[in-house]
């Protein structure tokens, strides 16, 4: 057997670190329900900081019809 390195040992959920633009859909995060019932949105205005970063979003929900 051969050692295994980091790299090779990722999580099958890595995170994107990026930086959300407008009228992109995102997933809202709930810890109280089940991953595959989240919440659909869309960013529609992006706010930013004091800084120049993006701070704040405005979205709009998806309502799900079933």
């Known amino acids: 057997l051969r050692e ?9 959920r ?4 990026r930086i959300p633009h407008e009228n992109e859909i995102v997933l809202l ?3 109280e329900t089940p991953r ?3 919440q659909l ?12 970063k993006k701070r704040n979003h405005t ?3 998806w309502k799900r019809t079933q």
């Open 4 to 12: 295994r390195t980091q790299k090779e040992l990722t999580s099958p």
């Open 41 to 52: 949105a869309r960013i529609t205005k992006l706010k930013r900081g004091m800084d120049g």
């Open 59 to 61: 979205i709009t929900r």
């Open 29 to 31: 995060n709930d810890p």
């Open 14 to 17: 890595v995170v994107e670190k």
């Open 36 to 38: 595959g019932v989240w």
